[in-house]
């Protein structure tokens, strides 16, 4: 059997254990109101993946050990949407039923909205209601827009601070927050904790589920969640640090993996607000991958660099995963792809026939080298763009093939703060820039030590802003006349003392690629 029907087999062997049971049917509701003796709403309020005429509500409502007693079956949910913060005004109203096999999430696709136009929402179950959460829809696809601003995101370590960051994204007049991956991190590093997780490394489902608990009970996540939409992505450690589509970093058995990815992607549907959950007929499989218009004035692409992706070059074989590599002929390897065949050429089909003024595209990791001198030649970071040449070429040719200006991606993962060239060539002078790049630092995830830092800094030309020293956030602002990048950014995330302040800010000015600091 061929690797890929084994994989296949695999796969729906999982879904034959029954890791997909919310999509199963749902028990009718009882009818008579329920009374809660702990308010099940205790996870909060999100909102995500507005459109011109849409957004998705979401809420999980976490059933205490008083009120299992009483019973958790099937309830029905009361969603309230209004037009104004005083919830005087209210616009649509809808029951949905959820239940145990999906962890009571609740998801709601709420269409029929007006462009460019704020809501407030709320949920209520018998005699418990949530939080009021604020969310905003996109502007039409033809309008005029004049500004887009988005609080760049990525690598929330719980362990490792406080979410001093998301206090401030709270405050912020943003149009989304996007999130760029490891929202929870299975992992721990005691020897940086300033909080402790909850229970061991999650491998299953309930276990998942409790890593999400823990975090969506942050008050300063919950206040970011309920006050913007959100548009996200996931990275590694949604699942497991390093992994690339159907292999972990320790060559588990790929049964066993599968089946551990399925469990992961169901516990990030129901923790999130995002339209589709895991494949009905593959529950190992769950597209995330979207554009988004903002008006006439951009498209932004979201791009899954996880689960489509080869395995790491010049893997260690024992311990898999990321590691500096040297003389790795499998680097330069065509057929190696970090999006996978579908996806990249939906990119491609994308970026090409684009009209709208500025092109954002939000993945993962880093595009821009990173690479540093070594014994013989240079050494290779393989998990990040770095480690994928030909494909990295293959994105930014496209570029080139299209005649595109006003590209500008998006990134985080490397608890770096960077702005940089791209490339065909990396750090070749003679290789016109193409495109600009962003990418955040962590929200709390510590970074590279200065020493090395430095290494990189000084080894890449293209670099242009490369510092991990600081956690916290990137405000993107977008107009007509350029992309601005302000890295908003404390030293210290552990508690009251953080403050935050703007490291450095660089513009990407109209029909002018290349970052420009001011």
Not at 353 to 372: C, F, G
Not at 426 to 440: D, L
Not at 470 to 487: A, H, K, M, Q
Request: aromatic share 8%; glycine share 6%.
């Amino acid at each position: 059997m061929k690797r890929r029907e084994f994989n296949q087999h695999l796969q729906r062997s999982a879904i034959a254990l029954a890791l997909a049971p919310w999509l199963s049917a749902v028990a009718a509701p009882a009818d008579k109101p329920r009374a809660w003796r702990v308010n099940p709403f205790a996870l909060g309020v999100a909102s995500g993946r507005p459109r011109a005429n849409s957004v998705v509500l979401w809420t999980r409502m976490l059933i205490s050990d008083e009120d299992r007693a009483v019973g958790t079956g099937a309830l029905r949910v009361l969603v309230e949407v209004f037009a104004d913060a005083g919830l005087k005004r209210r616009v649509q109203k809808t029951e949905v039923v959820t239940d145990d096999a999906r962890g009571h999430s609740v998801h709601v696709h709420l269409q029929q909205l007006q462009p460019s136009t704020d809501y407030w929402y709320r949920f209520t179950q018998g005699d418990a209601r949530s939080s009021v959460g604020h969310t905003r829809t996109a502007p039409a696809l033809n309008a005029e827009v004049q500004t887009l601003r988005i609080a760049l995101t990525s690598c929330q370590h719980y362990e490792q601070g406080q979410y001093i960051a998301h206090a401030e994204i709270a405050k912020q007049q943003l149009d989304f927050v996007l999130f760029l991956g490891d929202y929870i991190y299975e992992s721990s590093n005691p020897q940086y904790a300033i909080r402790k997780h909850n229970g061991d490394e999650p491998k299953t489902l309930p276990q998942y589920r409790e890593r999400y608990e823990q975090y969506k009970r942050d008050p300063h996540l919950q206040a970011a969640h309920a006050a913007h939409p959100w548009v996200l992505m996931w990275d590694d450690h949604e699942v497991v640090n390093d992994y690339a589509n159907d292999i972990d970093r320790n060559y588990s058995d790929p049964q066993q993996f599968l089946l551990r990815r399925a469990a992961a992607y169901q516990a990030y549907f129901e923790h999130q607000p995002v339209l589709l959950g895991p494949d009905k007929d593959n529950a190992a499989n769950m597209r995330l991958y979207e554009q988004l218009s903002w008006g006439k004035l951009a498209d932004v692409w979201t791009l899954d660099c996880r689960q489509y992706r080869s395995a790491q070059a010049c893997r260690d074989p024992v311990r898999g995963g990321g590691r500096m590599v040297m003389q790795c002929d499998e680097l330069n390897d065509p057929a190696r792809t970090m999006l996978g065949a579908t996806q990249e050429k939906w990119i491609t089909d994308g970026l090409s026939q684009s009209k709208r003024q500025w092109k954002l595209v939000a993945q993962a990791t880093q595009i821009s080298p990173t690479n540093v001198p070594a014994p013989v030649g240079r050494s290779y970071w393989n998990e990040a763009w770095d480690g994928y040449p030909e494909a990295r070429k293959r994105l930014l040719q496209t570029v080139v093939d299209a005649k595109l200006h006003n590209v500008v991606t998006l990134g985080g993962d490397v608890h770096c703060n960077v702005a940089a060239n791209l490339r065909l060539e990396p750090n070749n002078p003679q290789s016109p820039i193409v495109a600009s790049e962003f990418v955040t630092t962590s929200i709390t995830s510590r970074g590279l030590g200065d020493k090395a830092a430095a290494v990189i800094r000084d080894s890449n030309a293209d670099l242009l802003h490369y510092r991990s020293d600081e956690r916290g956030y990137s405000l993107i602002t977008v107009t007509p006349n350029e992309v601005r990048c302000d890295f908003r950014t404390t030293k210290f995330p552990a508690g009251s003392e953080a403050a935050f302040k703007t490291q450095a800010s660089y513009v990407v000015s109209n029909g002018k690629a290349g970052p420009q600091l001011i």
